[in-house]
């Protein structure tokens, strides 16, 4: 039974991943704030995340980033991670943050189940739609030096945060 953890904090895209992905077999989960998804994974180790791109106080693009640095040092399970991109030209950041698929807003049932169904099984998947504004827009940007948590003054100290309310079955 596939475990699905969706971090968005609109309720429409909750209705959308429900109704396309939801079935006996699947539990969808869903926290409203990417800086929850930690914890969450930690609390029911989905097999997929996915990630809206505009949410709350951590994106996810921040927070597809803070999971592959969380897995880097063994802190959480490798986990397969879906963006809904809001446009196709966010491409590149989805490479960027090494996400294993994304699908361009808005998106349709099929779509959002292909990808689902590709990165359970362990394949990357690309939407199709994003290669509308050309290839520029799919070339791999240069690397840029490694994320130093150090010199980021946002950083937050966990025992600083507020309790979160995590993760609600949907």
């Not at 969450?40 to 709350?56: H, K, N, T, Y």
């Not at 063994?74 to 991670?81: E, G, L, S, W």
């Not at 090494?98 to 998106?107: I, L, N, R, T, W």
């Not at 003054?153 to 993760?167: F, I, S, Y």
């Amino acid at each position: 039974m596939p475990t699905i953890l969706l971090a968005t904090d609109a309720d429409w895209i909750l209705d959308e991943v429900d109704a396309a992905l939801s079935d006996g077999d699947t539990t969808v989960f869903r926290v409203r704030e990417g800086i929850d998804v930690l914890q969450a994974i930690e609390q029911i180790s989905p097999e997929l995340v996915i990630l809206d791109e505009q949410i709350g106080n951590m994106g996810g693009i921040a927070a597809c980033m803070a999971i592959r640095n969380a897995e880097s040092v063994d802190r959480i399970p490798i986990t397969a991670v879906l963006l809904l991109l809001d446009r196709a030209h966010d491409v590149f950041l989805a490479r960027r943050c090494e996400a294993d698929g994304f699908v361009v807003k808005p998106f349709d049932s099929i779509r959002l189940r292909r990808a689902a169904s590709a990165l359970l099984a362990g394949e990357a998947f690309e939407d199709s739609i994003a290669g509308i504004g050309g290839s520029d827009i799919m070339a791999e940007p240069e690397p840029e030096p490694a994320f130093d948590p150090a010199d980021d003054a946002a950083v937050v100290d966990a025992a600083d945060a507020a309790e979160p309310d995590l993760p609600v079955q949907v």
